[in-house]
């Protein structure tokens, strides 16, 4: 589990003294050893909420908190969760389905069996990084996705060429108004031909192959999910 090993401890005990008092705060303590991810990123969540929801709440911020304090957290589970996630595996565990989809959509409008010039997924900040996370856009240096964060996946084609030609195509990833490139080897418009070959190892073959390599366990009485898929169910339940 990367969220264990030597260089999230590392990160984690730098940041000691600050994660302290704010989870004081709550009435948690901080342990290196057994951080809990999902449980810090609940208070930043708490914060923020109110402060979407309307400039002046008038719900006071829970136990004292502050959003700096919220900021904070935010920005450490960042640093956590991209060093989680910066592996082939992790991004096909994470995105993987929703980049099959995204790229299922541009190879049906070239073969020109879709019609439809726009499609539009609503997500929450735990979808944005992971996606931008799976293209190779997201980086240790980025922060948390703010509120109303957007992603803009955009397929080009060359003037007066062929539909139905791939190497007349190419796509532009875009984040809160940013161009970004594809796994700092292609920048944007990335033709489509050498995307296809950056994601080869993130796209799961089908959804029942996806299902298959999550399950680390063989003990159907045991099923062990991976952790992204834990931490969804616990967001889905609370």
Avoid at 23 to 31: M, P
Avoid at 59 to 81: C, H, K, M, Q, V
Avoid at 145 to 168: C, G, I, K, M, Q
Wanted: hydrophobic share 35%.
């Amino acid at each position: 589990d990367r969220l264990e090993d030597e260089t999230s401890k590392a990160y984690l005990e730098s940041r000691r003294d600050e994660m302290t008092r704010i989870l004081n705060k709550f009435n948690l303590s901080f342990d290196v050893e057994n951080f809990n991810l999902w449980q810090a990123a609940s208070i930043p969540d708490q914060v923020y909420a109110r402060k979407c929801s309307m400039n002046d709440s008038p719900l006071s911020l829970p136990n004292g908190a502050t959003y700096e304090d919220a900021r904070f957290i935010f920005d450490t589970t960042a640093y956590l969760s991209y060093h989680e996630l910066n592996t082939a595996q992790m991004r096909r565990f994470s995105a993987g389905l929703l980049v099959k989809e995204m790229m299922s959509n541009i190879d049906n409008t070239i073969a020109g069996v879709e019609d439809n010039s726009f499609f539009f997924f609503s997500a929450h900040d735990t979808t944005v990084y992971p996606l931008l996370n799976a293209f190779g856009a997201w980086s240790e240096d980025e922060t948390w996705p703010p509120f109303a964060s957007h992603v803009e996946l955009e397929l080009w084609r060359t003037r007066d060429s062929e539909n139905n030609n791939r190497e007349n195509y190419a796509v532009s990833l875009t984040y809160n108004g940013r161009v970004m490139s594809f796994f700092n080897e292609c920048n944007s418009p990335c033709p489509l031909v050498k995307l296809d070959g950056l994601l080869e190892n993130i796209i799961p073959e089908s959804r029942v192959a996806y299902d298959e390599e999550c399950v680390l366990s063989g003990n159907d009485d045991e099923k062990t999910l991976h952790s992204l898929q834990l931490a969804r169910r616990h967001l889905n339940s609370a």
